[in-house]
């Protein structure tokens, strides 16, 4: 894949009027290479890693994307990761600084892996995820995970699909 590309973010099926369908197709086993990425960086509260302002936090850092003019829509992805049990980080990408918004970038190599299924497997997808890491001689590096659909959406298209990124190089 190019340098600072993912994969298509399909969404041309929104029924729900909050998140579109994910079509999983060209996320599962992707090699992803970012060079000074751009990204927002947010935080949300959580306790015991459930999150707690998540909704808030994400609308407002999306409006100020939006306002912005710094989406891509084919390309959305959001990598969130527990920083601890009572917060967690979530890198959007965008292509250009927004406003009002902490900014940050990433660089390296990162492998993709699909995982359909609830919430709850999560401690099991973060393990597979740092166990692809470690056969890539990159242990302890970071694992993110990218929520394709809201809970409410997960439900109404009946699947729930998460896309693991583990840092590889």
Known sequence: ????????????????????RFNPEGWDG???????????????????HIPVNMGSV????????????ASDPDRFIVLSRDVSPWSSEHLFAVSKPVANEEMTTLSGGYVTK???GPYS???????????????????GREVYFFYTTCPKCAKAYGKN??????AVA
């Open 1 to 20: 894949m190019r340098t600072n590309a993912t994969p298509r973010y399909d969404t041309s099926v929104n029924t729900t009027g909050c998140c579109p």
């Open 30 to 48: 992707q090699e992803l290479h970012f060079k000074d990425k751009p990204f927002v960086k947010a935080t949300t509260h959580s306790v015991m």
């Open 58 to 69: 994400f609308a407002r850092v999306n409006k100020h994307i939006e306002d912005a003019g």
């Open 114 to 116: 699909l995982f359909e």
């Open 121 to 139: 497997q999560a401690r099991a997808w973060d393990e597979e995820m740092r166990q692809i890491a470690r056969h890539r001689n990159a242990e």
């Open 161 to 166: 699909y998460i896309v693991g990124i583990a």
